[in-house]
């Protein structure tokens, strides 16, 4: 049911801060402290024993959306639990694989659980490793929200991303979920690995536990003006999403997005890139959202979005509170955050953004046209 909403992906999204806080509720000890750091871990993951042992390397399948919080989860993975982290198409990977590596995590990550390229790719992995010795066995793990799905009959585990069924073609609530995942992992791996300071852990958690507010936060102050945003693009053919950093992936997810359920092409690229290439593409007609965050690459963020104000371009900022910058023609604001939380509140806007030019379109949002929920076919 819709309860109330215009379509299943406006409602998604608003479900957002309460699927954020269930998926939390279940992997994090709400009682730990770093003083009594020594007795446990505050992530309440379970996995089995012989997935954390001796573990050198992660690779991660997936497609579309799932492919972009996979990307998420790579910086994550690597920036605070250390360990190399490898993210490939599904459809790529399961004809040209990387070679074996021993000690490795294979994670499959999809929210339906049934998306062919996901599965075969992680079928055909299983199958390679089952001659191979023990150092490559027990190792292959789903990220899902449907543990009952055929994607979970064949992993050694699942990691449940609790979203709840998502009805509209565009993924949103299942997208903040598999990101808060990898938060998960990442944080469980960095605890076991002493990777992170105990301060550090209960820095991020903290963090980790004030999403959800911010999301209403930002569905409250930023919905309407973005409604009123949308209708400044009746005729636009080309959108460029900019990011960088752990917010790259954020930038593709926004074009995704845009382009699924608008039928407007949209380019996500990481902001160094665009002198490379893209920056032909600029001139008045063609928006630039930049999403800066704040944090390491906040400034060379901004200065790759002066590059494309000299063209011309219209600009977007997607901006922490209190960082405004003249620049922009148009600024939406989201709370001030440690850089490694920025994603999941840099996407709110950008999906509200694209739901309301879509649906200011007048298009069918929830079933956008040649697309299906789940991609059951090669
Ligand atoms: O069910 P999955 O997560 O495996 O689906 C993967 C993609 O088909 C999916 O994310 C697709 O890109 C969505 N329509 C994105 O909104």
């Keep these: 049911e819709k309860q109330g909403y215009r379509h299943f992906m406006l409602k998604e999204i608003h479900e957002q801060p309460s699927v954020v806080r269930t998926c939390l509720e279940a992997y994090i000890n709400p009682d730990w402290h770093s003083q009594n750091s020594d007795e446990e871990n505050p992530i309440t993951l379970n996995l089995k024993p012989e997935i954390y042992e ?66 075969a790719a992680l079928e055909m992995e299983r199958q390679r490793r089952s001659s ?31 979203a709840g069924i998502e009805i509209g073609v565009a993924a949103t609530k299942t997208f903040v979920a598999q990101v808060i995942a990898f938060y998960i992992l990442a944080l469980d791996l960095a605890g076991r690995r002493k990777t992170i300071t105990p301060s ?44 960088r950093g752990i917010n790259f992936p954020i930038a593709l997810e926004g074009a995704l997005k845009l382009k699924e359920i608008s039928y407007i092409h949209a380019e996500g690229y ?75 509140l840099a996407v709110i806007p950008l999906q509200l953004l694209s739901y309301y030019i879509a649906s200011m379109r007048g298009l069918d949002v929830d079933q956008p046209r040649n697309l299906a929920k789940s991609v059951t076919v090669e």
């Design 200 to 243: 550090r852990m209960e820095e991020i958690l903290k963090g980790l536990l004030q999403l959800p507010t911010q999301i209403e936060q930002i569905i409250h102050s930023e919905e309407p003006k973005i409604r009123d945003l949308a209708h400044q693009f009746p005729d636009t053919k080309d959108f460029i999403f900019l990011g």
């Design 132 to 162: 191979c010795d023990r150092t490559y066995q027990a190792r292959i793990l789903g990220i899902t929200n449907r543990p009952e799905s055929t994607l979970g009959g064949m992993v050694d585990q699942v990691i449940n991303t609790y």
């Design 270 to 344: 990481p902001a160094g890139e665009m002198k490379h290439g893209p920056i032909a593409l600029l001139d008045a007609h063609v928006p630039v959202v930049a999403i800066a965050m704040g944090g390491s690459v906040y400034e060379k963020v901004i200065s790759n979005a002066q590059e494309a104000k000299a063209r011309d371009a219209r600009l977007i900022g997607v901006l922490p509170q209190n960082h405004h910058e003249d620049m922009f023609q148009d600024t939406l604001i989201v709370p001030e955050v440690d850089e490694i939380l920025s994603p999941i």
């Design 54 to 119: 001796d573990l050198e390397h992660i690779q991660i399948v997936a497609c579309g959306t799932s492919w972009h919080a996979s990307l998420v989860g790579k910086y994550l993975l690597e920036q605070i639990a250390q360990i190399p982290t490898f993210v490939q198409y599904a459809s790529e990977y399961r004809y040209a694989p990387s070679p074996m590596m021993r000690n490795t995590i294979t994670i499959g990550v999809t929210q339906s659980g049934e998306t062919a390229d996901t599965i």
